[in-house]
């Protein structure tokens, strides 16, 4: 009796996500570079840009506006989701462009909104990166939720801060609300969405100790899927070198204030020259590889791939 | 947040050296500064100013070796309180006493008269003749956490959720109930939650 051979693992396709809540931060430019990077290293890429409201990635790689959208795959103009994947010309890195063409595709429903999930699950590929867009709608909630890496982009802005803080509660409350089944919690998830509520839940850690007090067989539930809920900081458009710090800042606020256990995946320098290849509609990963915020890139991407974190020195 | 001990605060472990004691200061007084982006949004104006409180009293004693050791040597019994970092640990398990302790009355759980104060909890435990140094001995509460309950230093008192751990497990030691015991208790410290 022969015993089959084993069959070698292939490495699992990976869903990387790239969101923030806020608009004009780089979440394109950063989903660009980080696919680059990863087929550079031989991976093959496929960039979805799942801003379906806003889209704009082809442009962060120069090219023109595809004709056939993720759009169309919903509309099912498209049947196929291969079909509406467009080459990049630079190997391995191919995009599914958004749905410039089709405002009204930014509400996509809840079952389409599972087709095009699974669809992408079943890219040949190894890692898929969703660019999302601005907001914490349930669409770009929902993609953030399904991907095995959820990468949160801010720039050291008072504003993009306070739209991640917003984007962490929301994403929690809505992996909350997807695993409670007592109606009375649901209630209080929901409840606890709006910052005014009578209950006087602020954060997750609050709504944690109400949900302790008054339904404690649940309570449980809710540490689950925070101790599950992993988010990674990218800090963009860092100019001096306290800006890199606050990535640190941000994963122990997350952990004090929230109850969020963050990681800090790294940082990304402003610098011209991105500024420049932007201007001319080209990827500053291919036009100044040796700039700083390519060095920067490069690093990033690596850590990601290796699964490490910058952590405090101490 | 609760704030715990003064090496929760810095989210340090008392093991910190006076070098890593230095730099977690600066990290806390830079991240809730006045200028900080990173927590401006996150708390209210009152709530950043007990939390800049908080680290300056943990580094004012953590610095100064005296003030430290004498820290210490209060908090004495096993390290209770988890580090900061940590979301939602889980508080150790009761173990058994080292010593026979005295019986605790057989029978359904009591309940004590509202509101459930430290006092009260004491003199509970005072008429039964079990010393704090058991009930610390059994649950791994730390002794000086259980005085604090007792003296109702709710100021010194871990975050909530730890806390209504500690009072539960210190009122099942005295056959009270827990549930109950611990929610009228914390009900006095923080009666919006």
Known sequence: ?314 | MGYGTHYDVLGLTPAATAEQVEQAYQFFSGMYGEESVATYSLLEPGELREVRTRVQQAYDVLCDAVKRQEYDAALAAPPAAPVAEEPAPTRPAAATPARPVPAVPAGPPRLLPEPVTGASLRKAREELGIPLQHIAGATKIGVRFLEYIEADRHRDLPALVYLRGFVQEYARFLGLEPRRTAESYLRRIAPDQ
């Open chain 1, 1 to 314: 009796m022969t015993t089959p051979a084993p069959v070698p693992a292939r490495p699992r396709r990976q869903i990387w996500s790239i969101g923030g809540g806020k608009g004009g931060i780089g979440k394109s430019l950063l989903t660009a570079s980080l696919g680059y990077q990863l087929a550079k290293m031989g991976k093959r890429v496929i960039l979805v840009d799942s801003d379906l409201g806003g889209a704009n990635l082809h442009t962060c790689l120069g090219l023109a506006a595809p004709e056939r959208t993720l759009g169309d795959f919903i509309r099912r103009r498209a049947e196929r989701i291969e079909d509406v994947l467009v080459e990049t010309g630079i190997p391995l890195l191919r995009l599914i462009s958004g749905a410039s063409d089709f405002l009204a595709a930014a509400n996509i429903k809840y079952p389409q909104k599972v087709r095009v999930l699974n669809r992408i699950r079943a890219l040949e590929v190894d890692v898929v990166l969703l660019d999302l867009g601005a907001g914490t709608s349930y669409n770009i909630i929902d993609f953030f939720l399904v991907s095995d890496v959820g990468l949160l982009t801010v720039v050291p802005e008072p504003t993009s801060i306070e739209n991640a803080y917003r984007f962490i509660k929301s994403a929690l409350y809505r992996r909350f609300r997807n695993a409670v089944q007592n109606d009375e919690v649901r209630q209080l998830i929901e409840a606890a969405l709006d910052q005014k509520n009578p209950h006087g839940i602020r954060t997750p850690l609050d709504l944690l100790a109400t949900v302790e007090r008054e339904h404690p067989g649940e309570a449980q539930i809710l540490k689950n899927e925070m101790a599950a809920f992993r988010p990674q900081f990218v800090v963009n458009q860092v100019r001096e070198p306290a800006d890199a710090g606050i990535g640190h800042q941000l994963v122990a606020a997350c952990a004090r204030h929230l109850g969020v256990r963050t990681t800090y995946a790294g940082f990304v320098h402003y610098d011209e020259a991105v500024w420049r290849s932007v201007r001319q509609r080209r990827l500053f990963m291919v036009d100044a590889p040796r700039s700083r915020a390519a060095e920067d890139i490069t690093r990033l991407v690596r850590g990601l791939v290796q699964g490490e974190t910058l952590t405090l020195p101490w």
